[in-house]
């Protein structure tokens, strides 16, 4: 099992690599987040031992529960849908939430920082579909979501995450991720927020076009731990 995981981590840093360069990139400042919400804590460790060195999972009880029995030091991302009342135990567990998708949830966010004395830092999620199905802020609502995050010094907004619709088709996806991109762009022009800079949108299926788009972290599960 070790020398799967090796060997596919070495096929996925080799498609970054290609596709960074082809876009002028340089691969270097793009992050793999093994996704581990699959698997145990042993297939994680040969992921930490293979040189990852930032996992995600969706659930923060998943985290909760695994994260105290790892032995490696790693950066751990949440990447899915937060509940109100699990944001003491989130902030406690992970590092990074790319899941910031309605005001509810920045007002918890807001205060358990203020409880915990601690600044928080996050990505907000946006549905560039439309799909019914997916969760996140929509492009237009953007703009006041920010201007409301002003009003709260300890949360720290660090850049957009997205979903793409899962699809037969990859290059489908090419026009959401550059419109995240965008929106990026749109918010890091306002020089509003010094700590703007991660772009988090790319799967199993689609991270060589997100590289190509300038994802600089990249969700990846399933072609981790196929
Ligand atoms: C599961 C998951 C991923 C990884 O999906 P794969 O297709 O297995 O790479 C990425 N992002 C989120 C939010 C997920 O829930």
Known sequence: ???????????IRGKIR?????????????????????????????AIAAGVGHIAENRVQEGVRK???LSGNVVKHLIGTLQTNKVKAALEHFDLIHSVDRPALVEELAKQADKLQK??????????????TKHGLSPNELPGFMENLKAYPRLIPCGLMTMAPLTEEPET????????????????????????????MGMSQDYPIAVEEGANLLRIGSAVFK
């Open 18 to 46: 290609e596709s960074a360069l082809r876009a002028n990139r340089n691969p270097g400042e793009i992050t793999l987040i093994a996704v581990t919400k699959y698997v145990d804590v042993a297939r994680i460790e040969e």
């Open 173 to 200: 996806t090419r026009p959401i991720f550059r419109r995240l991109r965008e929106l990026f762009e749109e918010i890091a022009a306002t020089g509003d927020f010094p700590e703007w800079r991660y772009l988090s």
């Open 119 to 132: 600044q928080v830092k996050f990505l907000i999620q946006l549905n560039i579909s439309g799909e019914l």
């Open 67 to 69: 994260f105290p029995l």
């Open 1 to 11: 099992m070790m020398a799967d995981v090796v060997q596919n981590l070495a096929e």
